[in-house]
């Protein structure tokens, strides 16, 4: 058995102690493209969307499914999850999702749904589960705490990670000249975080004052005798996101900022 494989039965254990300690008849999880959207489908299903809204069905004691738009999304999810390619289907997503809860917890007069975040459900996504009938649960806090103690998988993804970040920012000092613009600059780290395995990215800095106050890459020219904050964002190759922010002084005698 693979550390993934592993893994993900270690997740489908922790959902079940879920459903369990708040009696739920199943989970829904909705991940749309975005970086902040996306941790209930990935979680679960260790597959970040491109485009679109994914949602993953999960009803107790089976395997989950994921339901995704296009057919790229179907192709990709297929070689990248960690599901039973099976259970990666193509469709209306919304359209599925209210299909099999139809079809799994029908028997149930009133099935108990937990939902993750559902103050960021669309309005139009949240009436069509009222509709179903079923008694939807906000069980954000608790999936919260039980994800909170980290497996030694998640731990070293996590410094792999982080040890990357560092690499992009070795690379920065390796590479960084006065007169070069922010552009150039960011865009070279996020080429070389690419060609590491970084996804989702947001790289991030800034070469004027204030220097705290980062933001997306502009034109702006590095000066001789000034700084540079630099900043990456991202999952790892993994998906494990992490974080880094560190001020390049250009010259000795800096800014004193």
Request: charged content about 30%; glycine content about 4%.
């Given at each position: 058995?693979?550390?993934?494989?592993?893994?993900?039965?270690?997740?489908?254990?922790?959902?079940?102690?879920?459903?369990?300690?708040?009696?739920?008849?199943a989970v829904l999880l909705t991940s749309e493209a975005r970086n902040t959207g996306q941790l209930g489908v990935k979680y679960l299903a260790d597959y970040s969307i491109n485009a679109r809204r994914s949602f993953a069905f999960l009803k107790r004691g089976e395997q989950p499914w994921l339901f995704l738009a296009s057919q790229d999304e179907v192709f990709s999810a297929r070689r990248r999850s960690w599901l039973p390619q099976e259970r990666i289907i193509q469709g209306d997503p919304l359209a599925c999702?209210?299909?099999?809860?139809?079809e799994g917890l029908g028997n149930i007069e009133q099935p108990r749904v937990g939902l993750y975040e559902p103050g960021e459900l669309p309005v139009s996504v949240w009436r069509a589960l009222e509709d179903t009938g079923a008694e939807l649960v906000?069980?954000?806090?608790?999936?919260?705490e039980l994800r909170a103690s980290k497996s030694d998988y998640e731990i070293e993804q996590t410094r792999d990670a982080s040890?990357?970040?560092?690499a992009s920012f070795e690379w920065v000092l390796e590479?960084?000249?006065?007169g070069m613009t922010e552009r150039e600059v960011l865009g070279g780290a996020q080429g070389y975080l690419i060609a590491h395995g970084g996804s989702e990215l947001l790289v991030m800095g800034r070469c004027e004052k204030v220097h705290s106050f980062i933001g997306k890459p502009t034109g702006a020219v590095l000066p001789a005798n000034?700084?540079?904050?630099?900043?990456?964002?991202?999952?790892?190759?993994e998906g494990y996101w992490t974080q880094m922010?560190?001020?390049?002084?250009?010259t000795r005698e800096a800014e004193p900022e």
């Open positions: 058995m693979t550390d993934r494989t592993r893994e993900y039965e270690r997740r489908l254990a922790l959902f079940d102690r879920l459903m369990e300690e708040l009696s739920l008849n999702t209210l299909r099999a809860l139809h906000d069980m954000t806090q608790r999936f919260t040890r990357l970040a560092v590479n960084i000249r006065p000034g700084m540079f904050t630099y900043s990456c964002e991202f999952s790892g190759s922010a560190r001020p390049i002084f250009m």
